[in-house]
Structure formats: structure tokens, C-alpha cells
């Protein structure tokens, strides 16, 4: 078992950034991988971007360039670096532990708007 909170998001205008932190109830390593997924009005969650245990990555075609996934294993924290926001990036965004079983935060809102 593992308990997960997403903070970090929030309203930006397009070309911003944030980023999100999702904070892990146990140390990250003995997570098998880390994923940040989106999920817009009306759409299906989608894989953004995923770190696995050994530091590999790999992200959605729509974000390659612009979002990076990252962790800092003293902080039991991943991140999402999302840099040239556009608006159709507006979602609500979901990390997921891989353990035995997939673990689920609560979301963190992302509105990329004028």
C-alpha cells in the first residue's frame, strides 16, 4: 500500500509551465515505476509520461519536448516539468504507483487558458 498526493497544479495562460509534485507515502524505491497520467473533460486517463524503477523514461508523443518526469528519492517525490503549456494540455493530472498492484493519487487540476 501506498498513499499518493498530487499538488502543484493551478491556472496558467499558453507558453507556461508548472509543476506538479506527487508525493509517495513510502520510499520510491521500492516503486516498480511512476506514471503521470491526464485526464480532459469528457476524454479517457491517457499516459503522459512514465520513470521505471531504473530511471528510464518515456512520454506521450503530444508531450515529448515540453514535459519532463523526474524524482527525488530523499523526498519520496516524482515531478512533472511542463514547460510551452497549450490548452488542449488542460486535464486533470493523476500520478500512479506501480507496486504489487497500481496505486492512485486524488489528481491535481491543470487549466492552461487566457
Keep these: 500500500q501506498v498513499q499518493l498526493v498530487e499538488s502543484g497544479g493551478g491556472?496558467?495562460?499558453?507558453?507556461g509551465s508548472l509543476r506538479?509534485?506527487?508525493?509517495a507515502s513510502r520510499s520510491i524505491f521500492v516503486i516498480k515505476a511512476m506514471r503521470w497520467y491526464g485526464q480532459a473533460p469528457?476524454?479517457?486517463?491517457?499516459?503522459?509520461?512514465?520513470?521505471?524503477?531504473?530511471?528510464?523514461?518515456?512520454?506521450?508523443?503530444?508531450?515529448k519536448g515540453r514535459f519532463t518526469i523526474s524524482r527525488d528519492n530523499a523526498k519520496n517525490t516524482v515531478y512533472l516539468q511542463?514547460?510551452?503549456?497549450?490548452?488542449e494540455d488542460t486535464a486533470v493530472y493523476?500520478?500512479?504507483?506501480?507496486?504489487?498492484?497500481?496505486y492512485w493519487g486524488q489528481g491535481?487540476?491543470?487549466?492552461v487558458s487566457s
Design 82 to 87: 511542463m514547460n510551452s503549456l497549450k490548452p
Design 11 to 15: 491556472l496558467v495562460q499558453p507558453g
Design 108 to 111: 491535481t487540476q491543470v487549466t
Design 42 to 63: 469528457g476524454k479517457q486517463r491517457e499516459l503522459v509520461a512514465v520513470m521505471t524503477s531504473d530511471g528510464r523514461t518515456n512520454y506521450a508523443d503530444s508531450v
Design 94 to 102: 493523476y500520478c500512479n504507483a506501480e507496486l504489487d498492484l497500481g
Design 20 to 23: 506538479p509534485s506527487c508525493a
